[in-house]
């Protein structure tokens, strides 16, 4: 009886660790490899949620009264609510890490809920920008406890990682959103995101400890001065970055469905391939990023999205160019963003949070510009002009990171 005791100890300890924790070696705190599988699944179910909307935008807007230019307004509102990241980060560098985690899964979850039941283009927007600042104090407080415990050189490991929560949640969770869309209506796929991410968040109150393990608020150094010339190049390159990414996302729905007759159940098959090209870019800047250089790879992977918007710009009309185009220039986002978001953790000495929390908003305020000037550029001249739009901010990317790296070689 003692030995099936212990033997169910070791079991039931193997299932709360997950399988995520075998890619992370023993050089890795414990306290992280052990828990780094509920807080991907977490954050898997709150970007399904956040994602599910540029997909199926029209096919929203049409529930909701208004067109696919009404709607990206909504988008872009919920996009500028971002700029409130700093004060969020505030926040979060004041609440233990489980207490943000938890707070702001619930929060996802009642901005889907809402957004399920919208029946207007005001109250989808209201519902978005719930889910927009709840997704924001989750990743700041999920950043925060990774940074407290997680040394910045092993630091794109761990969070790129992490970080295959961004694939999974169009991988998995839109698309499952999705093909729930297509069988009765995209309130269904809403409601089972939210279900899905409250579900979460109750398992992430009861399986982290409060603030546990070496690093504890207590141990944390003292809170660093924002310095603009370490801040602001960084924020430069998010906003770039994001803008380029937005430039497609918002428009890449309507665009193969107008173009191409995609059905919801189709935009859900393309939505799981990209899918698969974001899980890849995760994994390989998990693996990379802290050996190339955390600014050189996010500036490859602005300069991949370059020449892969230019060719969807180029062969739009055609599916057999299209649809690569657009597959290689998100999952070269991926690899990107993932590499650059350790970058923020320790842009402010001891505030791990603030520092994610100006470089987001940043990235926010790209997301708000594109989320009108694309999809007003895709009603107006179509596919080709987001693309290039995207092109052209990809290529700012590039060069920020890149003068970033430089400054790091030659500071080192």
């Known amino acids: 009886m003692r030995g099936y005791r212990l033997r169910t100890r070791g079991e039931a300890d193997r299932y709360r660790r997950g399988v995520l924790h075998r890619a992370l070696d023993e050089s890795i705190p414990a306290d992280v490899r052990h828990r780094v599988t509920v807080l ?12 599910f909307a540029p997909p199926f935008l029209a096919t929203i807007a049409h529930g909701n009264g208004t067109d696919l230019a009404g709607i990206g ?45 919208s029946v207007n283009p005001v109250m989808f927007t209201v519902a978005l920008v719930i889910i927009a600042q709840g997704k924001v104090m989750f990743d700041l407080g999920l950043g925060a406890w990774t940074s407290d415990r997680v040394p910045f050189a092993q630091r794109g490991q761990v969070m790129g990682l992490i970080e295959i929560s961004w694939a999974l949640g169009l991988l998995v969770g839109v698309s499952t959103m999705g093909l729930v869309t297509a069988i009765t209506n995209w309130r269904a796929g809403y409601a089972l995101g939210a279900v899905g991410v409250m579900a979460l968040a109750a398992i992430v109150a009861r ?22 010339a370490s801040v602001a190049p960084l924020m430069l390159a998010m906003f ?26 189709t935009l859900s098959a393309m939505a799981f391939g990209l899918g698969f090209g974001e899980l890849f870019s995760s994994l390989l800047s998990s693996r990379r990023a802290d050996h190339w250089g955390k600014e050189r790879s996010a500036a490859i992977g602005g300069a991949m999205m370059v020449p892969a918007a230019l060719a969807l710009a180029i062969g739009h009309d055609h599916m057999w160019a299209a649809l690569p185009a657009l597959v290689v220039a998100i999952a ?38 594109c989320s009108v000037t694309a999809t007003r550029l895709y009603d107006a001249r179509g596919m080709a002009y987001p693309a290039l739009l995207c092109a052209g901010f990809a290529s700012c990317t590039t060069l920020a990171y890149t003068v970033l790296h430089r400054r790091q070689a030659r500071a080192s």
Not at 41 to 51: E, P, V, Y
Not at 99 to 113: D, K, N, R, Y
Not at 240 to 265: C, H, I, K, N, R
């Open 40 to 51: 991907t699944l977490a954050r898997t179910a709150a970007n399904g949620c956040f994602r």
């Open 73 to 117: 307004i909504a988008v872009a509102v919920s996009e500028l609510s971002g700029l409130l990241s700093p004060f969020n980060g505030e926040i979060v560098e004041r609440l233990h890490r489980r207490t943000a985690m938890a707070t702001g899964l619930a929060g996802v979850g009642l901005g889907t809920l809402l957004a399920a039941s």
């Open 207 to 228: 399986s982290i400890p409060i603030d546990s393990g070496a690093h504890t608020a207590a141990d944390r150094p003292a809170r660093g001065r924002v310095r603009v």
């Open 240 to 265: 770039s970055l994001m803008a380029a990414s937005q430039a497609l996302f918002v428009t890449f729905g309507s665009y193969l469905e107008d173009t191409f007759g995609f059905t919801p159940a």
């Open 332 to 369: 070269a986002f991926e690899f990107a963003i993932v590499s650059a978001i350790p970058l923020g953790t320790a842009a402010i000495a001891g505030s791990p949070a603030r520092g994610m929390a100006l470089m987001l908003g940043a990235g926010t305020f790209g997301r708000a510009l």
